[in-house]
């Protein structure tokens, strides 16, 4: 499975945005997906998740901001983000975790959110 993500770019302070990621190669409708982010200097956090019935999970740093949504017939996973701060800068990835835990990892998009 290729998992690959567009959206983000430079963004201000209040503003929204949409990631989305595509899972090319095999449906991932029965696997658990979400988004990480990397800020420069910190660990790869989890941001949110989504499970193949739908329950979602999010970091405290984005709730109530983000939401995670998925697409199963066009093998699509979204990040809605809305109110950004700086502090969300950093390089998004989208995942698929399938029934072995196996992750399979998009290359990442950058959001770059100032004040």
């Known amino acids: 499975v290729r998992m690959v993500e567009s959206g983000g770019g430079p963004l201000q302070a209040g503003d929204s945005a949409r990631l989305s990621c595509v899972a090319i190669g095999r449906s991932v409708s029965n696997y658990a997906i979400g988004w990480f982010r990397q800020a420069p200097g910190k660990q790869r956090e989890l941001v949110a998740s989504?499970?193949?019935?739908?329950?979602?999970n999010y970091a405290d740093s984005v709730k109530g901001r983000f939401t995670i949504s998925r697409n199963n017939a066009d093998n699509t996973l979204y990040l809605q983000m809305n109110s950004l701060k700086p502090e969300d800068t950093a390089v998004y990835y989208c995942?698929?975790?399938?029934?072995?835990?196996?992750?399979?990892w998009g290359q990442g998009t950058q959001v770059t959110v100032s004040s």
């Open positions: 995942y698929a975790r399938n029934r072995e835990n196996f992750l399979f």
């Open positions: 989504i499970t193949p019935i739908g329950t979602t």
